[in-house]
């Protein structure tokens, strides 16, 4: 695999995150993928995250892993889940713009505070005409020594799957994507329990799936391997061929 740290801009922000490709010659679907609170301690480290991330790398898709302003060594502060939309979009567009990388196949997916940002940012994805770039960081060895701005054009998410994504979030929603979703609760979580959000997914537009992890809690420790297989069973489906994603 081929991992490369990036330096997403956003607005006058650089945000610190990291590129993986998978084997072989591409071009590959790819995902951005966004992590739980930052005032709680969640980044592009925690453990959901990089449990997710291996599983999608497996199935021979792409991520773009990335920590929100404020956290985990990116720039700015915390802004309640406002502009860190901002920060998704910004991060979408860097993979979408990457070598190696098919932009007609893009996905998001977000854990807890990050599944919230994940949905409202696949409302906005084919509209968002935001700058970035990457650059040189700490310790980035791989990368050329510029940041440069990628043109302004659009690009369209294709699926997005939510994982503990609290119902509060999910019904605050100003229309739901129409788009292919996966929600992942855990039986034990008090934050998004399944039988609050099974209701709420039934009148999504569809598809829209809900898979609850046994014995799981809001922090799915020992259950990040099997997460990650349920959404990058779903990534691999909804972003491989053309004629499974079409009506």
Request: hydrophobic fraction near 40%; proline fraction near 8%.
């Amino acid at each position: 695999m081929r991992r490369r740290p990036v330096t997403i801009l956003c607005q006058s922000l650089r945000l610190r995150g990291e590129i993986t490709l998978p084997e072989g010659p591409g071009p590959f679907p790819g995902v951005v993928i966004c992590h739980p609170h930052p005032l709680r301690g969640g980044d592009m480290d925690n453990n959901v995250v990089m449990g997710v991330n291996e599983a999608l790398l497996q199935h021979g898709i792409a991520t773009l892993r990335f920590s929100f302003r404020s956290a985990g060594g990116s720039e700015g502060v915390h802004d309640n889940g406002v502009e860190e939309v901002d920060d998704a979009l910004s991060a979408l567009r860097l993979l979408a713009t990457t070598e190696g990388v098919d932009t007609a196949k893009l996905g998001l997916v977000g854990y807890s505070f990050g599944a919230g940002v994940a949905l409202r940012a696949a409302q906005g994805s084919h509209l968002c005409p935001l700058p970035l770039g990457e650059g040189k960081g700490e310790g980035e060895t791989s990368l050329k020594s510029k940041v440069a701005v990628a043109p302004a054009r659009g690009f369209t998410v294709r699926a997005v799957a939510a994982i503990g994504c609290p119902p509060r979030a999910l019904a605050a929603l100003d229309g739901a994507p129409s788009l292919p979703m996966l929600f992942v609760a855990g039986e034990r979580d008090h934050i998004a329990a399944p039988d609050q959000l099974l209701p709420i997914v039934a009148r999504l537009p569809q598809p829209a799936d809900l898979v609850a992890i046994p014995r799981a809690d809001h922090f799915f420790d020992g259950h990040e391997s099997i997460v990650g297989n349920h959404v990058a069973d779903f990534f691999a489906i909804w972003l491989g061929n053309k004629d499974t994603r079409d009506p």
